[in-house]
T-cell receptor, first 113, second 114 residues
Framework: GDSVTQMEGPVTLSEEAFLTINCTYTATGYPSLFWYVQYPGEGLQLLLKATKADDKGSNKGFEATYRKETTSFHLEKGSVQVSDSAVYFCALSDNGGYQKVTFGTGTKLQVIP | ETGVTQTPRHLVMGMTNKKSLKCEQHLGHNAMYWYKQSAKKPLELMFVYSLEERVENNSVPSRFSPECPNSSHLFLHLHTLQPEDSALYLC?????????????FGSGTRLTVV
């Protein structure tokens, strides 16, 4: 079946540091890929997405590129802020009829001033 | 305001109790979902309703019983739960292709079974 593997956290960075959170996936066919973010005490919010190979999703300074050859969708940000502290989830959609999404375990990011 | 509202935010219940979780969406979406979020585990899809019809039940124990009376409301009825059922229960909705719009999640209900 489909699966998503993320790097284990927590990841602790100083403000303005460069962020990379690794994500690889296993899927049949050509899934769409997502990053969701969960701030403390809240539900998940869609951060960015990519629907086909070589697409780059971007939002709020975050970027991720759909790499079919390496089955990866790593999340990056050039300069993190304290407000970016949250849990980040990589996910894929198998484009099934009822729109099923498979999530990774999440990576907690803590940014310190 | 996320557009998906879950109540209650927190719930503590004994193993012999019966309670219900409620989810309401005001986005005009046509599919709704229940997910279970436990520490150090991927989100687990429990149930999917598309156009008010249940289309997936991922081997969830019968002590969890979903109900979708209309396209805006989704319930999760709970009875004789176990301590390992303690988790954050998330409701989500979607419209059209998830590939285009993704899910919209509620803030979740933090359930503790004692």
């Amino acid at each position: 079946g489909d699966s998503v593997t993320q790097m284990e956290g927590p990841v602790t960075l100083s403000e303005e540091a460069f962020l990379t959170i690794n994500c690889t996936y296993t899927a049949t066919g050509y899934p769409s890929l997502f990053w969701y973010v969960q701030y403390p005490g809240e539900g998940l919010q869609l951060l960015l997405k990519a629907t086909k190979a070589d697409d780059k999703g971007s939002n709020k300074g975050f970027e991720a590129t759909y790499r079919k050859e390496t089955t990866s969708f790593h999340l990056e940000k050039g300069s993190v802020q304290v407000s970016d502290s949250a849990v980040y989830f990589c996910a894929l959609s198998d484009n099934g009829g009822y729109q099923k999404v498979t999530f990774g375990t999440g990576t907690k990011l803590q940014v310190i001033p | 305001e996320t557009g998906v509202t879950q109540t209650p935010r927190h719930l503590v219940m004994g193993m012999t109790n019966k309670k219900s979780l409620k989810c309401e969406q005001h986005l005009g979406h046509n599919a709704m979902y229940w997910y279970k979020q436990s520490a150090k585990k991927p989100l687990e899809l429990m149930f999917v309703y598309s156009l008010e019809e249940r289309v997936e039940n991922n081997s969830v124990p019968s002590r969890f019983s979903p109900e979708c009376p209309n396209s805006s409301h989704l319930f999760l009825h709970l009875h004789t739960l176990q301590p390992e059922d303690s988790a954050l229960y998330l409701c989500a909705s979607s419209q059209g292709q998830v590939t285009n719009y993704g899910y919209t999640f509620g803030s979740g209900t933090r359930l503790t079974v004692v």
